[in-house]
């Protein structure tokens, strides 16, 4: 669970493969606006907090839940996950597959 207030992010790092699709998908994205807010950063990257990060995707778009994006990266490495709140007491559930 995220929280606006509280607990603004989740993060996951997660090691990927040069090549190798990857889908992630979140459920419990809610309404128009209480969804969640899925940022991906490239390996390398520093800090979520200080917007230093390079990233591989961001969508804060309002789509149907449960959201889905598939992902194939450049290059191997460790990758971040970012599941940032836009308001409070937001639950979700991530999924993340090869595919």
Do not use: H
């Amino acid at each position: 669970m995220v929280d606006v207030n509280t607990k603004r992010w989740d993060v996951y790092a997660l090691g990927l493969t040069a090549g190798q699709e990857v889908q992630f998908r979140v459920n419990g994205r809610g309404g128009y606006d209480d969804y969640v807010w899925p940022i991906l950063a490239d390996p390398g990257s520093t800090s979520f907090l200080t917007d230093s990060t390079t990233q591989a995707f961001s969508d804060n778009t309002k789509s149907d839940d449960p959201w889905a994006r598939n992902f194939v990266p450049a290059v191997s490495g460790t990758y971040c996950l970012a599941i940032k709140a836009r308001k409070t007491g937001q639950a979700y559930t991530l999924l993340v597959t090869t595919t």
